[in-house]
C-alpha cells in the first residue's frame, strides 16, 4: 500500500488524470492522487467559477478548466465526480469526441442508474469504463473541505460488469488501495438494494427528521437540548442536499422497498407503543442493540485491517511462571448453550446465572434473536429469555451464522428439522470444514430434508416439513452432540424417540430437559423422550465449564510449588474424565463443598503440584475427557515415563485434527510424541522452546500457554483468536495466578 504523503519511492503509473467534478468527493480523490506520486499531472474541470479559484492554490489540482474537451486532451484516467442526475450530460460531451481510449470510472451513490446513462449515450458500455463508489463522506462539501485522506480505511465498492476490461479494474483499484481505502467488488444490483438500505434510507429519515423538527414551535429547544446520539444520528442531514436528491430520484426502486420495509416495522413499533405491548418493544430494541454491537465488532476490527492482509493474535509464553490463588473460570459452554435454546423453546420467562459469554454461546444466543425469541443480556453472566414455546420460533430473515460453534450447528440442526419454516446453517471457515454428515444421517432417518455441502460439510440447509418421525438409533459413536441432536429433533417428532450411545457421554441435555419439567426416560444406555409435552420456564445458574478449567488444573499439577482453587466447577459424572485421568498419573487433586445446583453437580476443586507419571488412558475416560485431551498431552509430556491414549479418534475432527496438531507442536518444542490413527504415545521429556501452531482451535492454543511453565525458553503460539470463543479472558485469568502469557498482534 501507498501512503499517499509518501512518493519518495513511487514510480508514475498514470500520466494524466482528469477529475470532473471538484467538490469533496472529486476534489479529495484529485489531492489524495496528486500526493501519492501515481500520476504525472493532475488536471480538473469544473463549471464553479470558484472552485476553479480554489483548486490550485489549496493544491488539490495542478491545472484547472471549465472545458471538458480541454480537460481530458491525452488524459490516462477520466475520473467522474459529478451528480448522478448530472451525469448524463457530461457523457454526451464524452461521447461526441474522439474515441477515448483513457479508463473512465465514477464515485456515483447509485449504479444502475449511471451504467444506463452510460449504455444510452455510447449504445453500450465501453470496456474501458469502471463504475465505483467511495463510501466517504464529510458535513462539509465543496473543494475547500477537500482532504487527501477522506478514504483512508473507508470502503470503496467496485461494480465491473461482464466485459469490463481488466486492465482497467486492476488500474482502478490500485488507485483506490494508493488512497488507503478498502477495496471490494460487488454486482451492480446487488450494490443499489444493499446501499439503499444501509446509506440512502438513513440519509433520508435523517433529513426527514430534522426537517419535522425544525418546523414545530418548540424547535430551539429541541435542538438546543439534543443529546449527542441526536446529533451523531442527524450528522449525515447536512450532507449535500443536490447529491441526495439525485440518489433518491436515480435509485428509486431500490429505495422504496426499504422504505415500505421501514414504514411497516415502524408502524408495527408505533402500535405497541400505542398498546403498551412491552415483550414486543423489548423485542425490537434488545435484536437492534444485538445487532449494533455486531455492526460495531466489524467496525472495529476493520480498523485493523490493510487490504487482502488481516493482524492475526498469537501468544506469547514464557518459562518461570507460577500457578497460585483461587479463581473462578467462565460458565459451561455446553450448558450456556442448551441453556439459550431449551429457554427459549419453554413456556415463560427462564433466567439464566452464569451465563459463558463466549463467541460460540452468543452465536446460539443470536440465532434465537434472529427466530423472533426476546432475549435480555447477557450482562454480567446474566440473561433473561421470554420463551415462545415449542411451537413459537418464527423464520429468520436470513441464514443463521454460527462463527465457529460446531455445538450450535449440530444441535440447531436437530431443533430446525422439526419446524414449518425453512434454514440455511452457515460458519466460519474453521466451522465450514467440519463433518455434519453424523447429525444429517439420523435426522434424514427420521424424515428431515437437509442437504450439505461436499462431504457433508457446512453449509446446511434444512427445509422445514414440520414432519418427523420417531426413532430407535444406535449411535455408531459415542458423541453428546449427535445424541442431543436426535433428542431435541424427538421434541417435534411423532411418538418416542430413543438413542443409544456406546459409551457414556455427556449428559447435559437430558439433565436440562427434566430441569424444564419435559419427561426423559433413561435406562442404562438408551435415553428415551416422547413429543406432546411442553418446556416450562425455571432458573438456571451454569456452573463453571470444567474443560476451561482442565487448563489450570494441568498448570498447577505440573508447576513445582503450585496451589490453586478453582470454584463452583462443575462435576457432572459424564465430564470428569480429566480429573479421573489426572489423578491415575499422580495429580493431586481434591473436591469439596460438593453440591447440585439446578440438576448439574459442582464443586471447588483443590490443585497442588505433583510428579505425574506415564499411564495408559482406561479406554472408559476417553469420552469423558474428549474435550480435554490436548491439556492432558501437555501434562503426559511432562510426566515421567510413557503416556498412551486409543479409542480417541473423534479429536481427528474437532475444530482441528487435535492428535496430529497437538503431535506436531510437542514434536516442534523436542517432544516425542507418536500420532496413531485413534491416538498418541508421548513419552515425558524436557520441553524445549519455538514456535507452534494452533490453526485456530483454542484449545490447542490455551494447551502450549500451559507447556511454557516448564519450557526451557519462550513458546509462540499462533492464531490465537478463536481462544475468544470458548474463554474469552484467559491470558488475564493466567496472568493473574502467574502464568506469564501474553497478546501479541501481527500482521
Not at 240 to 252: G, K, S
Not at 340 to 368: K, N, P, R
Not at 646 to 674: F, H, N
Request: charged share 20%.
Amino acid at each position: 500500500m501507498v501512503d499517499v504523503t509518501d512518493v519518495s519511492s513511487v514510480t508514475p503509473i498514470i500520466g494524466r488524470l482528469t477529475v470532473v467534478g471538484l467538490g469533496l468527493i472529486g476534489g479529495s480523490f484529485a489531492k489524495g492522487m496528486r500526493q501519492s506520486g501515481l500520476c504525472t499531472e493532475v488536471v480538473g474541470c469544473d463549471l464553479d467559477p470558484v472552485a476553479r479559484r480554489q483548486a490550485v492554490p489549496l493544491g488539490v489540482v495542478d491545472r484547472v478548466t471549465a472545458d471538458l474537451s480541454e480537460a481530458v486532451a491525452g488524459a490516462d484516467m477520466i475520473m467522474l465526480a459529478v451528480p448522478v442526475l448530472g451525469m448524463r450530460a457530461v457523457l454526451e460531451q464524452l461521447a461526441a469526441m474522439p474515441s477515448q481510449t483513457a479508463v473512465i470510472t465514477d464515485v456515483g451513490s447509485t449504479k444502475g442508474a449511471v451504467v444506463k446513462a452510460v449504455e444510452e449515450v455510447f449504445g453500450r458500455v465501453p470496456s474501458n469504463f469502471v463504475p465505483g463508489h467511495p463510501i466517504a463522506g464529510s458535513e462539509k462539501s465543496g473543494v475547500e473541505a477537500a482532504r487527501a485522506d477522506l478514504f483512508k480505511h473507508h470502503k470503496v465498492i467496485l461494480t465491473p460488469l461482464e466485459d469490463t476490461s481488466k486492465q482497467a479494474l486492476a488500474l482502478v483499484q490500485q488507485c483506490w488501495q494508493a488512497l488507503q481505502a478498502d477495496v471490494e467488488q460487488m454486482s451492480m444490483a446487488d450494490h443499489d438494494e444493499v446501499l439503499a438500505a444501509t446509506s440512502h434510507l438513513p440519509h433520508l429519515l435523517a433529513f426527514s427528521l430534522v426537517d419535522t423538527l425544525a418546523g414545530r414551535n418548540e424547535n430551539l429547544e429541541i435542538f438546543r437540548y439534543a443529546a449527542g446520539g441526536f446529533r451523531d444520528f442527524t450528522r449525515i442531514a447536512a450532507s449535500d442536499p443536490v447529491m441526495w436528491r439525485d440518489v433518491f430520484l436515480a435509485n428509486r426502486d431500490a429505495v422504496l422497498r426499504s422504505l415500505d420495509a421501514f414504514t411497516q416495522d415502524l408502524s408495527r413499533l408505533r402500535d405497541a407503543v400505542e398498546s403498551r405491548d412491552a415483550n414486543t418493544l423489548l423485542g425490537v430494541f434488545t435484536r437492534a442493540k444485538s445487532a449494533r454491537e455486531h455492526f460495531s465488532t466489524i467496525l472495529a476490527r476493520r480498523a485493523y485491517m490493510e487490504p487482502m492482509q488481516t493482524k492475526s493474535i498469537n501468544f506469547v509464553a514464557s518459562p518461570g511462571g507460577k500457578v497460585q490463588g483461587q479463581i473462578r473460570v467462565p460458565g459451561d459452554k455446553s450448558i450456556s448453550h442448551r441453556s439459550i435454546m431449551l429457554g427459549s423453546l419453554a413456556e415463560g420467562v427462564t433466567e439464566v446465572e452464569g451465563f459463558l459469554e463466549g463467541e460460540d454461546s452468543l452465536a446460539t444466543l443470536q440465532a434465537f434473536r434472529d427466530m423472533g425469541v426476546v432475549i435480555e443480556g447477557p450482562h454480567h453472566g446474566r440473561v433473561t429469555i421470554n420463551g415462545v414455546g415449542l411451537q413459537g420460533l418464527q423464520a429468520p430473515p436470513g441464514s443463521l451464522y454460527l462463527g465457529n460453534s460446531g455445538t450450535s450447528m449440530r444441535l440447531l440442526s436437530g431443533l430446525l428439522a422439526g419446524q414449518t419454516f425453512d434454514t440455511v446453517l452457515t460458519g466460519d471457515a474453521s466451522l465450514s470444514k467440519r463433518p455434519m454428515g453424523r447429525v444429517a444421517k439420523p435426522l434424514r432417518e427420521m424424515g428431515a430434508k437437509i442437504e450439505t455441502a461436499d462431504e457433508g460439510r457446512p453449509p446446511l440447509r434444512i427445509s422445514g416439513t414440520g414432519r418427523l418421525m420417531g426413532m430407535d438409533y444406535s449411535m455408531p459413536m459415542a458423541s453428546a452432540q449427535v445424541k442431543s441432536c436426535v433428542l431435541l429433533a424427538g421434541l417435534y417428532a411423532s411418538g418416542s424417540t430413543s438413542v443409544t450411545e456406546p459409551a457414556p457421554t455427556r449428559d447435559h441435555t437430558e439433565r436440562m430437559l427434566k430441569g424444564f419439567g419435559y419427561p426423559v426416560k433413561v435406562d442404562g444406555a438408551t435415553v428415551t423422550i416422547e413429543s406432546g409435552h411442553k418446556l416450562q420456564a425455571c432458573k438456571i445458574d451454569v456452573p463453571a465449564d470444567i474443560s476451561s478449567a482442565a487448563f489450570f488444573m494441568v498448570a498447577a499439577s505440573i508447576c513445582e510449588g503450585a496451589y490453586l482453587l478453582l470454584e463452583h466447577v462443575g462435576i457432572n459424572p459424564t465430564r470428569i474424565g480429566v480429573i479421573n485421568i489426572l489423578r491415575e498419573m499422580g495429580g493431586n487433586i481434591e473436591m469439596s463443598n460438593e453440591r447440585e445446583v439446578g440438576g448439574e453437580p459442582v464443586a471447588d476443586i483443590r490443585v497442588r503440584y505433583a510428579p505425574l507419571k506415564g499411564i495408559e488412558i482406561p479406554v472408559d475416560q476417553v469420552p469423558l475427557a474428549i474435550d480435554e485431551f490436548p491439556a492432558l498431552f501437555i501434562a503426559a509430556a511432562c510426566a515421567e515415563g510413557r503416556t498412551i491414549l486409543r479409542g480417541a479418534e473423534e479429536l481427528r475432527v474437532k475444530e482441528s485434527d487435535r492428535i496430529q496438531v497437538m503431535a506436531d507442536g510437542l514434536i516442534t518444542l523436542g517432544v516425542k510424541a507418536e500420532p496413531t490413527p485413534d491416538g498418541i504415545v508421548i513419552d515425558g521429556s524436557r520441553i524445549g522452546s519455538g514456535s507452534v501452531e494452533s490453526h485456530g482451535d483454542h484449545r490447542i492454543a490455551m494447551s502450549f500457554a500451559v507447556a511454557a511453565l516448564r519450557a526451557e525458553g519462550e513458546i509462540h503460539i499462533k492464531d490465537c483468536a478463536n481462544v475468544a470463543t470458548s474463554f474469552p479472558d484467559f491470558v488475564g485469568l493466567a496472568q493473574g495466578v502467574g502464568m506469564r502469557v501474553r497478546l501479541e498482534e501481527n500482521a
